[in-house]
Nanobody
Framework: QVQLVESGGGLVQAGASLRLTCAAS????????MAWFRQAPRKEREFVAA????????YYADSVKGRFTISRDDAKNTVYLQMNSVKPEDTAVYYC???????????????????WGQGTQVTVSS
């Protein structure tokens, strides 16, 4: 049974840094695209960042470009989201997602991901 478990969320002040971790179990995802999405209260779940199966190509939403960095450690079956210079508008539940298809470029749509974690809350105070 595939499981994605996020951790690292919390309450921080604007300008701080956080690192989110997504640990995968029940399967190996070294050949799969992985992504982070987020959902703020009363808003749709939105794309944040994605990384391809080699970890060479990364993609970011414009709102986080230059501040967030996605990376992966396939030996640990783990994906990270380094969040720097966070802003109050980054407040949301952050979800890790995995594409079940192998060797596919990462997408930015929720429909392109088939496994999801439970989410970790990030709250940024001003």
């Amino acid at each position: 049974q595939v499981q994605l478990v996020e951790s690292g969320g919390g309450l921080v002040q604007a300008g701080a840094s956080l690192r989110l971790t997504c640990a995968a179990s029940g399967g190996a995802f070294s050949n799969n695209a992985m992504a982070w999405f987020r959902q703020a209260p009363r808003k749709e779940r939105e794309f944040v960042a994605a990384i391809n199966w080699r970890g060479i190509n990364t993609y970011y939403a414009d709102s986080v470009k230059g501040r967030f960095t996605i990376s992966r450690d396939d030996a640990k079956n783990t994906v990270y989201l380094q969040m720097n210079s966070v802003k109050p508008e980054d407040t949301a539940v952050y979800y890790c997602a995995a594409d079940i298809r192998t060797f596919k470029p990462p997408g930015t749509s929720r429909n392109e991901y088939h496994y999801w974690g439970q989410g970790t809350q990030v709250t940024v105070s001003s």
